[in-house]
């Protein structure tokens, strides 16, 4: 059985022996220097770091051992050594988006001749900002009280150290508007996306996907550099990057605006919800300074596609019409979800219905996608559901519950799929031809955000699934636990079902971990950290739009 190992980051009274620093004595430090220059070394760590891809989140030990001897002094080194060697985090993704989120709280550039920022005392603001990335959280008495207020205290965190594979964030939206789109039914085909899009930021969607595409090729190739020192020199992204190709200086003028912030069009950034609040910088996760663009999050800036297509434009919508374009990309994302199945699952152990229903009533929908195998039954709900900032980052148990409640429990979650398990165990004729020989139902809810995969979801999810679940008036039939996990772990199980099912692997995550408290990639021993392996479709999807990236660009070089 798996362990759940836990390392925590080290702070930086613990290396002085001091007290815990504030917020205010935080961004006392920041204001001593340049703040362009702090926002571009930003840029550089991470770069130096290798931060994004394959899923990194933190500094390798390699990097660690290199970047310890020159961020902090002498003195201190052999300390910060020791906590590393005991198995301490010193070096991760959050630290950076922490720092460049108060630079950008404190405003635009107020004395230039500030200095930058040294090496020493680099390091000693990264640790000062691993102290702040902490909330303290009171135990609560009722169960699911105590579980939402695990879930607050846990989603932030989790999300700092995402198994999220970033390449995947840019090219499953491609997927979403190349593939299933023009998949869905004439009724969910909703709204022109293209047309929406092009109104809103006069850009095409595809050509907006095309210099993403451009910009994270950039990204990688800083990244890719093998030299120790790759990013402290130079690391950012110029229009002359794209000299030998054919886009109008208009456009990818048009583009860097769109994708970045400069001070001079710095708003004010908002109070953080919370310490893992770091919304403006998913919105544009460029600073532009003297006419080059420096990445700050390699994780947002491959996010920034669907960003743009969905959330700034369903700001724009009023009324009951932004509630619908939501319903409209939770189809897109539903299909996505089947497609998996449809593309990975080996039928000799799986077999993908999309969209079942009920056999006298062809309008009533069963779940979004089974997947059977043998007499096993999965029934899945995909959510596109996302939490908002005000709930995920406020350490305040009592909204996260509330979400939980009814954003994936109520109608639309967990209880669809407990009314679907009683019709389907029950007596009557709608029953359809293909239920007849189940004997065991395995609910699972797939979420596009984070929070599927979190730990205790599972477990909150679950709990609410059971409560007056009487299992003995099921009987002859098997109902297991509820399963949730998000599409980044959904995508890394599609490897193994080349060669057993996919009802093999929930069984394993739910005899791992019988409490459901941990990640679905903690508990499951057929995911693991790092990127999705094995998914010859995705492969061929991205070599597609690297060949629609040199052909739209017109890349001659």
């Given amino acids: 059985m798996r362990k759940a190992d836990w390392k925590t980051w080290v702070q930086w009274y613990e290396v002085t022996g001091g007290q815990r620093g504030t917020i205010e004595e935080f961004r006392g430090l920041l204001k001593k220097y340049n703040r362009s220059s702090l926002l571009i070394m930003c840029a550089q760590v991470s770069v130096a770091f290798a931060y994004g891809p394959e899923a990194e989140t933190t500094a390798s030990d390699e990097l660690t051992n290199l970047w310890t001897r020159i961020l902090f002094t002498p003195d201190v080194v052999p300390k910060i050594e020791q906590f590393y060697n005991n198995g301490r985090l010193i070096f991760f993704q959050g630290q950076l988006r922490f720092i460049a989120a108060e630079i950008l709280r404190l405003g635009p550039e107020t004395d230039t001749s500030l200095p930058r920022i040294e090496n ?100 990688l190739m800083m990244r890719w550099d093998t030299q120790p020192w790759r990013g402290s020199a130079d690391c950012g992204l110029r229009k002359s990057n794209l000299k030998n190709s054919t886009v109008p200086d208009d456009l990818l003028d048009r583009m860097f605006k769109e994708i970045s912030f400069s001070w001079d069009t710095l708003k004010q950034a908002k109070e953080a919800v919370g310490y893992a609040d770091f919304d403006f910088l998913k919105d544009q996760p460029y600073f532009s300074h003297n006419g080059v663009l420096y990445c700050l999050d390699y994780e947002f800036a491959m996010g920034k596609l669907e960003s743009a297509a969905i959330w700034r434009i369903v700001r724009t919508l009023k009324g009951k019409k932004g509630d619908e374009y939501l319903g409209f990309w939770g189809y897109v994302f539903e ?14 152990f799986d077999t993908v219905i999309l969209s079942p229903r009920y056999a006298d009533d062809p309008s009533k929908e069963i779940c979004d996608t089974v997947v059977i195998n043998g007499s096993t039954a999965i029934l899945i709900e995909s959510k596109l559901a996302t939490c908002k900032s005000s709930i995920r980052y406020s350490g305040k148990f009592e909204l996260m519950k509330d979400f939980l409640d009814e954003r994936l429990v109520k109608d639309v979650g967990v209880g669809q799929l407990r009314k679907a398990i009683d019709l389907l165990t029950g007596s009557s004729v709608s029953v359809p031809a293909w239920a007849k020989r189940i004997s065991k139902f395995t609910p699972l809810i797939v979420t596009r955000d984070d929070i599927g995969s979190c730990w205790f979801v599972n477990a909150y999810l679950n709990d609410r699934f059971e409560e007056n679940l009487h299992r003995k008036n099921y009987r002859p039939y098997t109902i297991t636990k509820l399963v949730s996990m998000n599409i980044g772990s959904l995508e890394k199980c599609m490897k193994e079902l080349k060669r057993r099912s996919f009802s093999e692997v929930l069984e394993s995550r739910i005899r791992a971990n019988k409490d459901m408290i941990w990640t679905f990639d903690r508990a499951c021993k057929y995911v693991g950290r790092g990127p999705a392996r094995g998914l010859p479709e995705h492969v061929a999807a991205l070599g597609r739009f690297s060949e629609e990236m040199i052909a739209g660009l017109g890349i001659h070089d």
Avoid: C
């Fill in 335 to 348: 299909d996505y979800v089947a497609w998996l199945f449809q593309i990975y699952a080996n039928p000799k």
């Fill in 120 to 219: 020493h005392a680099l390091g000693e603001v990264l640790l000062r900002s691993s102290e702040l990335l902490y909330f303290k959280h009171d135990d609560q008495q009722d169960h699911f009280d105590q579980l939402a207020n695990r879930v607050s205290q846990f989603l932030p965190i989790y999300e700092i150290d995402s198994p999220t594979d970033t390449l995947l964030l840019l090219l499953r939206f491609y997927i979403f508007i190349t593939i299933n789109i023009p998949r869905l039914p004439p009724e969910r085909q909703l709204f022109d996306v293209d047309q929406m899009f092009l109104e809103r930021f006069a850009i095409e969607l595809r050509m907006f996907a095309l210099l993403l595409k451009a910009f994270e090729y950039h990204a």
